[in-house]
Nanobody
């Protein structure tokens, strides 16, 4: 059973930075992509950033382009989300996800087979 273990959330002032980490408990499972999603209170879960695991192609939501960076470390079996210039509207629970195959699009949450427990990010104004 694959587990995704997130860390790095917290409280930060607007304009600050945080780095989220997501480590997979199993290194050998066949993943096609990993991504970060977020869900704010009263809103639907939305795509933030994703990376095609093999080739490294990266995708971002328009709302975070130029501020967030997704990256991976093969050796540590970990994916990161570096978040800079944070805004109050970035406040949400952030989830790491892994897909064994992508059919309809990396930004679609129904493509993902494994999810982390979520980590709270709160940005104060």
């Amino acid at each position: 059973q694959v587990q995704l273990i997130e860390s790095g959330g917290g409280l930060v002032q607007a304009g600050g930075s945080l780095r989220l980490s997501c480590a997979a408990s199993v290194s050998t499972f066949n993943r096609a992509a990993m991504a970060w999603f977020r869900q704010a209170p009263g809103k639907e879960r939305e795509f933030v950033a994703g990376i095609v695991w093999g080739v490294g192609t990266i995708y971002y939501a328009d709302s975070v382009k130029g501020r967030f960076t997704i990256s991976r470390d093969y050796a540590k079996n970990t994916v990161y989300l570096q978040m800079n210039s944070l805004k109050p509207e970035d406040t949400a629970v952030y989830y790491c996800a892994a897909a064994t195959r992508i059919i309809t699009g990396i930004s679609r949450s129904n493509q993902y087979d494994y999810w982390g427990q979520g980590t709270q990010v709160t940005v104060s104004s």
